[in-house]
């Protein structure tokens, strides 16, 4: 799969997830920088997230939104939600990511939930388990949603037809 040039994308939408202090230790002191999380999306089934670190919050922001328009991935939105039940993992984070009916609402917590709010997913049921760190739930999910397939793509693997199911012969 090729890159996504964010041009042709429209307006993107992008959300601070996590800002953090960091410190290095020098000869004269603590040198502090600031590190940034933030994620990107058309609200449209493209989605990205990306780090940045400086010595200014801005700065750090604006690194991080570079880094994730150069990270966009496609993902599969039907109706407002996802086509399958899907677990993501990255480290000890894990997200489990369920489907959910027309008037659900976005039922998830956190990093998740940015996700989804960029990505244009409105009804989905999410469960973060195990690692609380924001860097590894972002990664776990950004997985998770890079293993959905859609109908499309599972029929055309197995050499079937949409319209009736039946297997193409190639013989």
Same mark, same amino acid.
């Given at each position: 799969?090729? !890159?996504?040039?964010?041009?042709?994308?429209?307006?993107?939408?992008?959300?601070?997830?996590?800002?953090? !202090?960091?410190?290095?230790?020098?000869?004269?002191?603590? !040198?502090?920088?600031?590190?940034?999380?933030?994620?990107?999306?058309?609200?449209?089934?493209?989605?990205?997230?990306?780090?940045?670190?400086?010595?200014?919050?801005?700065? &750090?922001?604006?690194?991080?939104?570079?880094? &994730?328009? =150069?990270?966009?991935?496609?993902?599969?939105?039907?109706?407002?939600? /996802?086509?399958?039940?899907?677990?993501?993992?990255?480290? &000890?984070?894990?997200?489990?990511?369920?489907?959910?009916?027309?008037?659900?609402?976005? /039922?998830?917590?956190?990093?998740? =939930?940015?996700?989804?709010?960029?990505?244009? /997913? =409105?009804?989905?049921?999410?469960?973060?388990?195990?690692?609380?760190?924001?860097?590894?739930?972002?990664?776990?999910?950004?997985?998770?949603?890079?293993?959905?397939?859609?109908?499309?793509?599972?029929?055309? !693997?197995?050499? =079937?037809?949409?319209?009736?199911? &039946?297997?193409?012969?190639?013989?």
């Amino acid at each position: 799969m090729g !890159r996504i040039d964010p041009e042709n994308l429209g307006p993107l939408k992008d959300k601070v997830i996590h800002i953090n !202090r960091v410190a290095k230790v020098v000869k004269g002191g603590r !040198r502090f920088s600031f590190s940034a999380l933030v994620v990107v999306g058309d609200e449209n089934g493209y989605v990205g997230f990306g780090k940045g670190k400086a010595a200014e919050v801005p700065e &750090a922001i604006r690194k991080a939104v570079e880094h &994730a328009k =150069r990270a966009l991935v496609k993902v599969p939105v039907i109706d407002g939600t /996802i086509p399958h039940q899907i677990n993501g993992e990255y480290g &000890a984070g894990k997200v489990v990511i369920l489907p959910g009916k027309p008037g659900t609402g976005l /039922i998830a917590g956190g990093p998740v =939930r940015a996700i989804m709010e960029v990505a244009g /997913i =409105r009804n989905i049921v999410a469960k973060s388990i195990g690692s609380r760190n924001p860097f590894n739930t972002v990664r776990a999910t950004i997985n998770g949603l890079l293993k959905l397939k859609n109908s499309e793509t599972v029929m055309k !693997r197995m050499g =079937r037809n949409e319209e009736d199911g &039946a297997v193409n012969e190639k013989a």
